[in-house]
């Protein structure tokens, strides 16, 4: 199952090979909360690998809820993967299998290695750029999300005028924007604003 990260942390969209939606819809409503290798818990401990079959051999608690929602579900064990821009958590992997095959342990493969892989590939998806543009200009410039607005139609090379009309606001708060913008992200022209976040995106 593979997952996006939301602004807060928590599962967004998913695409799932092999598994129900039930699976899901259960999980976030009832058993989120109690998974062990839960996501939300992984990025609180900043983990990046985490195998059920260690966490069973070591003897670590696990619930017994959790362990029959895994059962019914056919599920003997499971890895989960994190992948992370900067400080920004963006995305997850997590594998699952069956009682007839091997346990994922941590002397089969280099899964660390194999995270850091597709960490790399995913940093170049757009969803991740944007998000990290975003995260840019609202928390390291303060930037207010009609600016980011603002922004966002500069990018395409909107004039003023155009993007008053798109956004349903006046010539003169359109201009009172761009200013404000410029004072913010430290520049003095639309093409450096464009640079910037040219930069940002592609870093």
């Not at 997952?3 to 695409?15: C, M, N, T």
């Not at 091997?102 to 995913?122: C, G, H, K, V």
């Not at 995260?135 to 005028?161: P, W, Y």
């Amino acid at each position: 199952m593979f997952y996006w990260f939301d602004d807060s942390g928590r599962i967004g969209d998913w695409v799932a090979s092999g598994l129900p939606q039930s699976f899901m819809d259960s999980y976030r409503n009832l058993y989120e909360d109690i998974d062990p290798l839960s996501p939300h818990e992984m990025l609180r401990q900043r983990t990046t690998v985490a195998l059920f079959h260690d966490m069973i051999m070591t003897k670590q608690r696990v619930d017994e809820r959790w362990l029959g929602h895994l059962a019914q579900s056919n599920i003997a064990d499971e890895l989960e993967m994190v992948f992370w821009k900067d400080d920004m958590p963006v995305a997850g992997l997590g594998l699952f299998r069956t009682g007839d095959e091997p346990n994922y342990t941590s002397d089969m493969l280099d899964w660390e290695a194999i995270r850091s892989f597709f960490e790399q590939s995913i940093h170049s998806h757009h969803s991740v750029k944007q998000r990290a543009l975003d995260r840019f200009l609202k928390l390291t410039c303060n930037c207010s999300a009609r600016e980011m607005d603002v922004i966002m139609m500069m990018l395409t090379g909107a004039s003023n005028c155009e993007i008053a009309e798109a956004l349903h606001i006046g010539l003169a708060t359109v201009k009172t924007h761009v200013l404000s913008i410029f004072d913010k992200l430290g520049v003095s022209s639309r093409n450096a604003v464009i640079s910037l976040a040219h930069d940002v995106y592609s870093s």
